[in-house]
């Protein structure tokens, strides 16, 4: 059985596809879709996002598509930059430019102001028009300068207080368990099932 997964975002299908890889499906990406246009992500929920481009997907490949819209929360800036995470610091997208403006952004805020949770919601679409979701989050600090080399994104400056390191220092295998992707994921793993058996 095949799935398409709805991204452009690298860091994020390698994790997908090592959560789904116990599953034995086959993963595509949009890579093999030449001339796949570029998704709005116009709308004020991650679940409205997600919905959007699995729905979009779908329609446009004819297979199940599994979307993920997924950002970081920061409780000390109201939520932000939420559903605006991947362009946090303006177009083009841009994760360094991102970490450094959150930075900034809380230099003179103390440790115990500094809690924020990543959260992500994934859909699955299927081409005549069936949709689930799921939702995920995972909650931590945001240090004052980044820590580590692996994930994507602003992993290098979420502490995870459950295992004293960053996004960044987890193997990735440890990441995926305790992640907000890997959560939301984990939520939807019958439901992919049962879809895919259709
Ligand atoms: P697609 O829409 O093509 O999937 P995108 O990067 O634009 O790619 P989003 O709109 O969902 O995806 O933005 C998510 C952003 O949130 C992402 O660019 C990161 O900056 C951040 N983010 C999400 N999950 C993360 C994670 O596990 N680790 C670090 N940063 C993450």
Known sequence: KRIVVATTNQGKLKEIEEILAPLGLSVTSLAAY????EIEEDGATFKENAVKKAQFTATFTGEIALADDSGLEVDYLGGAPGVRSAR??????????????????????????????????????????EVATAEGTAEGYILTAPRGTG?????????????GKTFAEL???????????????????????TLLAG
């Open 171 to 193: 193997p990735p295998e440890v990441k995926n368990q305790v992640s907000h992707r890997g959560r939301a994921l984990a939520k939807l793993k019958e439901v992919l099932a």
């Open 88 to 129: 946090f610091a303006g177009e083009p997208k841009n994760d360094a430019a991102n970490n450094a403006k959150l930075l900034r952004l809380l230099a003179s805020v103390p440790w115990e102001k500094r809690t924020a949770r990543f959260r992500c919601v994934i859909a699955v679409a299927t081409p005549n028009g």
């Open 151 to 163: 994930g994507f994104g602003y992993d290098p400056l979420f502490y995870f207080p459950e295992y």
């Open 34 to 37: 030449p001339g796949f246009p």
